[in-house]
């Protein structure tokens, strides 16, 4: 005869969109068995695969399940079965690896989606190839058009243009196909822009026109501009000028579509948040509306980069956390206090090996960066410092060290130099012992290597160039990211440059500062997520946090590292929701 059924109350976590609780779960205790757990349906169900959780406590799991917009259990495919009701969706990954959704560290949002609407210049080879580009695009614009394009880079040219001042081409080139239509043709670094005569004449700018302070406009040997201006010579472009004024609907609408265009890139390579380096103010009321909208799929950290006074008036009413479920928080600053080693912008401390002289640029002056560090302590803002030159590095640091010193009650403000390129041997320690964060990109240090030790020389390239292990060593924080639109926002790609620091002639720049298989997934995940103050939430797969992951096609973890490169974004999820899935997938 069977004994009468009981029920006894089983307390595990329970997860709803937004809010953790703790409920009971019913259990019926079998005469001759052990007790069956019913656990509430999951909504969402990853099963069969390999899961790296990035967590040291349960680094690998085989199942994960999802209710709302978080994780309720990971375990084994059997554990998980359990949270499988007639509703629960399911993928069966059939081995494929899930690992925390790789967060871009260090970009620009809305770079990315402008980049879709202007000529892509990365890939190209030559300077010429440029100049077919852009006349293709006069035969398609309308009379007096300006016409824009990135991602040019002189050092990945297969020759130099002829003729040429400083490995830089001449406008001419350019007016020949475009004498109407103005052009911008913006460096792979963001930190230089190539225009036509067309440009600088609307611009205002001819061989009279002095240089400003922080950059300059390279000139002949004539003193007739050559169409390149470096750093914040940039600035002296008028871009669109005697184009019709689009409305304040249009902007908006374009300003709506360049994001929509980013959110959907970032998502293809598996990004789930995204450290934006730089937006205004104007920039977050548009993303706040799309987020209230529920147009905005990717998570968004925003560097607020405006002057000083307007950030005195406006960092109170604009610092939110985890808005509309986590996708949109602004608690940061951005500066730059240099420019780019590229066009030789980046600030050393002695001058470039390929031009005597010259030592770069500070594009901002450092007494304006420390009256903003007295903004972000007074607001309980971050200060992220664009600082690639050992000057600019050290000039920074010094701006930190001081802001601690007067205000020794401030603990764990997690400030942050944003790449962080090029260091002074003395100053690596500092980054442990000051607690900033090195927010690095694997990529730039593969894309950059093959002409660092022309501008710095082998000493300071082998002591100073992207020392990812010193870094660490000293108890610095780094993280990952592309820079993207600098380079393709692909994590894949610069978690293999992290891992390889292989070049495309097979060879390695400086070995022994790689990272690990698992030190580059943390630098992209959970390390990035705390260079945020989001280590809580998100980096790491744990029941409570968000659901965000990612499914991939091979084991980066594990594969050789010469087939790193082809693994693919099968699934990008965010907080429990498909936000990309691979064509063919059904």
């Known amino acids: 005869m069977f004994k009468r059924t009981t029920f006894v109350p089983l307390m595990v976590l329970a997860v709803t969109a937004g809010s953790l609780a703790t409920v009971a779960v019913r259990t019926s205790v079998l005469p001759h068995g052990s007790p069956v757990q019913t656990a509430q349906p999951a909504d969402f169900v990853l099963t069969n695969g390999k899961i790296v959780t990035v967590e040291d406590g349960t680094p690998e799991a085989h199942a ?32 494929q690896l899930v690992i925390p959704g790789f ?60 003729p040429n001042v400083e490995g830089f081409p001449t406008h001419a080139s350019l007016d020949r196909v475009s004498p109407d239509n103005p052009v911008v043709l913006t460096h792979a670094s963001g930190h230089a822009r190539f225009v036509n005569a067309k440009a600088l004449e609307l611009s205002g700018i001819t061989a009279a026109t002095a240089n400003p302070p922080g950059g300059d406009l390279l000139k002949d040997a004539s003193g007739a501009p050559t169409g390149l201006l470096r750093e914040r010579a940039s600035e002296l472009i008028r871009r669109g000028a005697g184009e019709p004024r689009r409305t304040a609907a249009e902007r908006l609408a374009r300003a709506r579509k360049v994001l929509e265009l980013a959110a959907q890139e970032v998502l293809s390579k598996g990004v789930t948040s995204f450290q934006d380096a730089g937006s205004s103010f104007a920039d977050v009321d548009v993303m706040k509306a799309m987020v209230d909208d529920g147009k905005l799929g990717v998570r968004l950290w925003i560097m607020i980069r405006e002057n000083n006074a307007a950030l005195a008036q406006n ?35 002695e001058p470039y090996s390929d031009k005597p002289g010259d030592t770069g640029h500070n594009t901002t002056p450092i007494e304006v960066i420390a009256e ?67 927010s690095m990109q694997g990529i730039h240090c593969t894309s950059d290597a093959p002409y660092v030790p022309a501008r710095l020389g082998a000493r300071r390239a082998e002591d100073g160039a992207y020392v990812w292990q010193k870094l660490m060593k000293s108890g610095a924080i780094v993280t990952n990211g592309t820079d993207a639109p600098v380079e393709d926002v692909d994590p894949i790609a610069s978690y293999y440059a992290t891992v390889s620091r292989k070049l495309k002639d097979g060879s390695v720049f400086y070995p022994d500062q790689r990272m690990s298989r698992m030190e580059a997934l943390r630098s992209y995940t959970i390390k990035a997520a705390h260079a945020a103050f989001e280590e809580s939430s998100r980096g790491s797969l744990k029941v409570g946090k968000y659901a965000d992951m990612v499914v991939l096609s091979k084991d980066i973890t594990s594969i050789p590292e010469d087939q790193i490169p082809t693994t693919e974004v099968m699934y990008t999820i965010v907080g429990g929701k498909v936000r990309y899935k691979k064509l063919g997938i059904r």
């Open 64 to 95: 994960i399940a999802v209710r709302g917009d978080r994780i309720v259990a990971l375990g084994s495919a059997a554990d998980i079965k359990q949270h499988t009701g007639a509703a629960t969706q399911v993928i069966d990954l059939n081995g």
């Open 103 to 162: 967060i871009e560290g260090h970009g620009h949002f809305n770079g990315v989606g402008e980049a879709q609407l202007n000529l892509n210049l990365m890939n190209t080879t030559s300077w010429d190839e440029i100049v077919a580009m852009v006349g293709a695009a006069v035969k398609n614009a309308k009379p007096g058009q300006w016409i824009y394009g990135r991602g040019w880079h002189q050092e990945k040219w297969t020759a130099p243009p002829s």
């Open 315 to 349: 960092l109170a009413k604009y610092r939110m956390v985890d808005y509309g479920n986590g996708h949109l928080t602004v608690r940061a600053i951005k500066h730059s206090i240099d420019g780019a080693l590229g066009p030789r912008g980046a600030w050393l401390l």
């Open 372 to 438: 903003t560090a007295k903004l972000a302590l007074q607001h309980d803002y971050q200060l992220c410092v664009h600082a690639i030159g050992d000057r600019a590095n050290r000039e920074t640091l010094n701006i930190f060290e001081k802001a601690f010193a007067a205000n020794p009650a401030r603990k764990d403000v997690r400030w942050r130099v944003e790449h962080a390129q090029h260091l002074h041997p003395s100053d690596i320690p500092r980054f442990g012992q000051l607690g900033v964060i090195a």
